[in-house]
């Protein structure tokens, strides 16, 4: 019996495309440091540890789905993982910028009816069937718990 779990992180280019502006921003300080005063110094490293920390943040995000539950971690110094229950989830959608599809990623946002995670964003992962299996696992979940959708 193969393992229900799927774990999904964002991907590495897609963590380095949302850094880089942070990156040519402390390029750009750098180049002021050179040509005006050393002080811009400061604001270079202060852009490119910012850059860093962005990279390392998006990078330990991590996304793990059960057929029960929906759980994102993230955080580097102060971790916080959010949890949402599989039922709850009413509406998924996937989103490919021309960016996204250059390097095959997507974005997906899923709508729940959790009060505190109405709306849970995969940003930057791996192209790939994930609507179809969280909706079937969605659909499993709602059968098992009795949840019938009203409209």
């Given at each position: 019996m193969?393992?229900?779990?799927?774990?999904?992180?964002?991907?590495?280019?897609?963590?380095?495309?949302?850094?880089?502006?942070?990156?040519?921003l402390g390029g750009a300080f750098l180049l002021l440091a050179w040509r005006?005063?050393?002080f811009f110094l400061f604001f270079s490293i202060a852009a490119i540890g910012a850059a860093w920390y962005r990279f390392m943040y998006i990078r330990n995000s991590l996304y793990i789905i059960t057929p029960e539950v929906i759980r994102i971690s993230r955080g580097i110094f102060f971790k916080r993982i959010d949890q949402v229950e599989m039922y709850r989830v009413k509406d998924y959608i996937v989103t490919q910028p021309l960016l996204l599809?250059?390097?095959?990623?997507?974005?997906?946002?899923?709508?729940?009816?959790?009060?505190?995670?109405?709306?849970?964003?995969?940003?930057?992962?791996?192209?790939?069937?994930?609507?179809?299996?969280?909706?079937?696992?969605?659909?499993?979940?709602?059968?098992?718990?009795?949840?019938?959708?009203?409209?």
């Open positions: 193969q393992n229900p779990e799927i774990e999904l992180r964002p991907a590495m280019i897609f963590a380095f495309v949302k850094s880089l502006p942070l990156i040519l005006l005063s050393p599809q250059l390097f095959s990623l997507m974005n997906v946002t899923l709508k729940s009816t959790d009060p505190e995670n109405p709306i849970l964003w995969l940003a930057g992962i791996p192209r790939s069937d994930l609507i179809d299996t969280i909706r079937g696992h969605v659909q499993e979940a709602r059968k098992d718990n009795r949840i019938y959708e009203i409209n």
